[in-house]
Every structure is written in structure tokens, then in C-alpha cells.
């Protein structure tokens, strides 16, 4: 067994205050995370709806839906009409981070999914209709749960 060996105090301290900090570098990352959630929220809900206005899509996220337990397939939203939600997710491929807008209906399928960026739109014929498939089918299904347990929409 190769395991560290003290052989003074001097090296457990060193070693006990190297561990601190750590923690304290992830725990100060984790509450920045946790903390700023509303925030990035915001900006998300922002550039969603500047992409659907370029579009001419009436559609707007109005927003984010933070139930507990949420399944993590991306992030919800609400939209502006309440008829049903958007999800908010990406897909890497070719090492490229596409990103997609879900629009969900009241019914709980996926109505459209719309590329939320340039490279998304390029990289979306390249994606394979099954994985998109893959996808389509999470969302649906986490939207099924959420309705089942009675989230409102």
C-alpha cells in the first residue's frame, strides 16, 4: 500500500490546509451556482426569445419552471400564451455544442424544436433523425411526469 506517509506533523497540516482549500474553492462554486440560478435564468429567457422574434415565431418563454425533483433534460419554461412549455437543451456532436428550444403542447408532445444558434441550424441536418428522436422522446416522457404529479402548466 502506497498510501501517504507522514512523517512529521508539518506535512499533515500542509496537507489538511491544501484539502480546505478545495472545499472551499468548490463550496464558494457551488453557492455561485446555486445563487446566480434566477440570473442565468433571465439572460436564457432573453436570448430564447430574441432567436423565436428573429424568427417571426409568436412564441415567447416568459418563465423558468423550477419544480422539485425536475428531471434534468435541459431547462423549463412556461410561455408568454401558458399553452403549454418550452425546454431549453443541447445535444454535442462532431464535438459541437447544438443547442435546441423544445416547444411542447399543452398535450405534452413536442410541437417544434427550434435551433437556437447559427451552428445549431447548420449542425441539425447533420444530427441523425433517431437521436433527435432520442431526445424528443425524454422531454416528452419528463413532461409526463411532471403533469402526473400535478406541476401546473
Not at 37 to 43: E, F, I, L, W
Amino acid at each position: 500500500m502506497g498510501g501517504i506517509k507522514f512523517k512529521n506533523i508539518s506535512n499533515f497540516k500542509e496537507v489538511g490546509i491544501l484539502g480546505g482549500w478545495l472545499l472551499g474553492i468548490f463550496l464558494l462554486g457551488g453557492l455561485l451556482w446555486y445563487g446566480t440560478q434566477g440570473a442565468r435564468a433571465t439572460v436564457m429567457i432573453r436570448a430564447v426569445n430574441m432567436v423565436l422574434e428573429a424568427r417571426e415565431d409568436p412564441r415567447r418563454l416568459q418563465a423558468p419552471l423550477f419544480p422539485r425533483l425536475i428531471p434534468e433534460q435541459g431547462n423549463w419554461f412556461s410561455l408568454v400564451d401558458a399553452r403549454g412549455r418550452a425546454v431549453v437543451f443541447s445535444v454535442i456532436t462532431d464535438g459541437t455544442l447544438v443547442s435546441f428550444a423544445a416547444m411542447l403542447s399543452p398535450e405534452g408532445k413536442v410541437e417544434d424544436l427550434v435551433p437556437l444558434t447559427g451552428n445549431s441550424l447548420r449542425m441539425a441536418d447533420r444530427l441523425s433523425p433517431e437521436t433527435m428522436r432520442v431526445y424528443v422522446r425524454r422531454i416528452e416522457a419528463a413532461e409526463f411526469r411532471l403533469s402526473s404529479r400535478g406541476e401546473k402548466k
